[in-house]
């Protein structure tokens, strides 16, 4: 048996009401108030609203009164279910998306590969590359601050590693969604699929280039102590804002192009105004610019257990605010967008 919609008068006040095959489904009074909405076996809330949206529909035609009222209740009632089913969609995407580990895993690690096909050295070119780059600046920038070079190379090395990874976060998600064109059009698969390929790509390249960091404690004979193992949940904080920060860009850039343009100029502007290649005690007199950086905190968090210190207390604070604003956009571009995104790439 299929909905019934019922129109009647109860002690002098219009309503509408639909029942489903197991009991009411909803129903809709003169100023649009809602008598039931609708948590039946039958459909749940989000059929629920569609029926109240039919009834409101049926009731405008036959008492444009009560109509007008029902239809703005109705609208309301229809956005408010569309919400909670698009949410379930969304944690639903991500819960597939776990699942499917050994896919995005396996697709992220050919995306390193396909970069190198044929060369000789494969993925260890980034390693080497990474290497000349710490080297030459370490041995230029120490000069420069006349620092001495065993107290700089490492406090530049942990730098440039971070933000490598901090920074291809940023610049390179505008590509997330857009460059997986092919696979959304053909292949039915959850999106967060896309987002978990996109950040184990750059984990692993992170992860090749930190042998750079032990290279640099063994020439120098270092030693950070015990606090370096702050340094394995201040990643785990890092790549969670990074997950979140390439979800939001992904979903931006595949509505605007010009947005990966515009991060990759701000990119740039924060890698000169954070102290990587400059240590923080040389802007005395201007600390406002590290305070109100959300990348300097983000990156000391990390850096100072990987240098033998703690982060300070505004760092953890600053960090926790940073991560619950980012992950509370990223929830909610994905929850109210993600559908559009097969449109937009």
């Not at 629920?48 to 409101?56: D, I």
């Not at 035609?61 to 109509?67: I, N, Q």
């Not at 030693?223 to 939001?248: D, E, F, Q, R, S």
Request: charged share 10%.
């Amino acid at each position: 048996m299929g909905p019934a919609l019922v129109l009647h008068r109860k002690i002098g006040i219009p309503q509408a009401s639909l029942w489903s095959s197991t009991g009411p489904a909803g129903e809709l009074s003169r100023n649009g108030r809602i008598w039931n909405a609708g948590h039946s076996a039958a459909g749940g809330c989000g059929r629920a609203a569609g029926y109240l949206a039919v009834a409101a529909i049926v009731t405008s035609l036959s008492e444009p009164v009560v109509g007008r009222a029902a239809a703005r209740a109705s609208a309301s009632i229809v956005l408010g279910g569309g919400r909670a089913s698009q949410a379930a969609l969304a944690a639903n995407d991500v819960r597939r998306g776990l699942a499917l580990w050994r896919l995005w895993s396996k697709l992220g690690w050919n995306d390193i590969l396909q970069r190198y096909r044929r060369s000789v050295l494969g993925p260890l070119w980034l390693t080497m590359s990474m290497t000349t780059t710490v080297v030459a600046l370490g041995i230029v920038y120490a000069h420069i601050f006349k620092m001495p070079l065993q107290d700089f190379m490492p406090f530049l090395c942990v730098g440039m590693l971070v933000w490598g990874l901090l920074s291809s976060f940023l610049s390179e998600a505008g590509t997330l969604f857009v460059g997986a064109e092919s696979f959304i059009k053909q292949v039915r698969l959850p999106y967060s699929v896309y987002v978990f390929r996109f950040i184990w790509s750059r984990v692993i390249i992170f992860a090749h280039n930190f042998l750079i960091y032990f290279g640099i404690l063994v020439y120098f004979q270092l030693w950070p102590g015990a606090g370096v193992l702050y340094a394995i949940p201040a990643l785990a904080v890092l790549i969670l804002n990074g997950l979140c920060a390439a979800t939001t860009l992904g979903i931006l850039s595949a509505r605007f192009r010009d947005i990966p343009q515009i991060i990759v100029s701000l990119v740039q502007i924060l890698f000169l105004v954070t102290p990587i290649m400059w240590k923080p005690e040389l802007l005395s007199g201007r600390e406002a610019l590290m305070t109100f950086n959300p990348v300097f905190h983000l990156l000391e968090l990390i850096r100072a257990p990987l240098l033998g210190q703690l982060p300070t207390t505004t760092n953890v604070g600053a960090a926790a605010i940073i991560t619950t604003i980012n992950f509370a956009v990223a929830c909610s571009l994905f929850v109210r967008f993600r559908s559009r995104l097969a449109y937009w790439v």
